[in-house]
C-alpha cells in the first residue's frame, strides 16, 4: 500500500510537469503587465507611455512605484490620462501605488528629480494587470469556448505561477534595497573604523612621546656649571 502511493504521488507530479510544459507551449510566455528598472539623474523628469487598446481597455491596472537607491530614497510621481487629466500624483515619495480603469489612448507615467541637485535616482515601477487572463485570451483566441479539463487546469497553473512571479519580483526589489542599505553601512563602518584606528595611533604616539620626555635625563651645559 505505500509504494501504491509513492508511485501514485510520482505520476501526478509526472502529470503536473507535463500540464505546465504543455500550457507555456501552446500559450508561449505572454507578460501581462509592465516593470522596469532605471536611473533618475538629479534634475530630471522622466516619463514612460502605455498605448491601451483593444481587450486591456476597461480593465483596472495596478501602477506601482518604489525607490531603490539614492539620496533619501524619494522620487515626485504622477499619474496622466489620454486627456490630460493627472489621476495620481506624490511629492517626494520612497514607494507607492494606484489602481485605475484604463481607457482608449496613451496613459503616462511621470517621474521628477528635480529638486535634487546631484544625487541620481534608482526606481522602480511596474504597471500591472490586476486581471489574470486565461491562457487563451492571451494567446489571441478571444471566441468563447467551453474549457476541457486540461485547459481549465492550464488557467489554473497559470494563475498560480503569475503569483509566484509577482511575489519573487516583489523579494528581488527587496533584497536589492537591503543589499543597498547594507553595503552602505558596511562603508561607514569600514571608514568609521579606520578613522578611529588613526586617532588611537595618533593618541599612543603622543603619549609615548610625553612620557619619554619625563624620563629623558638633561645633559648639563657649560653655562649650567
Not at 516619463?47 to 522620487?75: A, P
Not at 520612497?94 to 489612448?105: I, L, N, P, Q, Y
Not at 494587470?129 to 469556448?145: F, I, M, Y
Request: hydrophobic letters at 40%; one cysteine or more; charged letters at 20%.
Amino acid at each position: 500500500m505505500a509504494s501504491l502511493t509513492r508511485h501514485s504521488v510520482s505520476l501526478r507530479s509526472v502529470w503536473l510537469i507535463f500540464l505546465f510544459i504543455t500550457c507555456k507551449t501552446i500559450a508561449g510566455v505572454s507578460a501581462s503587465g509592465t516593470s522596469l528598472i532605471f536611473e533618475l539623474p538629479d534634475k530630471e523628469n522622466y516619463c514612460f507611455s502605455e498605448e491601451f487598446s483593444g481587450t486591456s481597455v476597461g480593465k483596472r491596472f495596478r501602477f506601482q512605484y518604489k525607490v531603490i537607491r539614492g539620496g533619501n530614497n524619494d522620487v515626485d510621481a504622477k499619474v496622466v490620462s489620454p486627456n490630460g487629466l493627472v489621476l495620481f500624483k506624490e511629492l517626494k515619495k520612497h514607494e507607492g501605488a494606484f489602481v485605475f480603469d484604463s481607457s482608449r489612448g496613451e496613459f503616462r507615467f511621470c517621474f521628477g528629480n528635480e529638486f535634487s541637485t546631484f544625487t541620481h535616482k534608482i526606481v522602480y515601477f511596474e504597471l500591472q494587470n490586476q486581471e489574470v487572463s486565461n491562457l487563451a485570451v492571451e494567446a489571441g483566441d478571444v471566441v468563447p469556448t467551453v474549457k476541457t479539463s486540461a485547459e481549465a487546469s492550464c488557467d489554473v497553473i497559470h494563475e498560480q505561477m503569475s503569483s509566484v512571479v509577482t511575489h519573487q519580483r516583489d523579494y528581488r526589489i527587496k533584497e536589492s534595497t537591503g543589499r543597498h542599505l547594507a553595503d552602505n553601512m558596511n562603508k561607514g563602518v569600514t571608514w568609521w573604523s579606520v578613522g578611529q584606528t588613526i586617532v588611537i595611533l595618533l593618541a599612543g604616539a603622543g603619549q609615548v612621546f610625553l612620557l619619554k620626555t619625563f624620563f629623558t635625563e638633561r645633559v648639563p651645559t657649560k653655562q649650567d656649571a
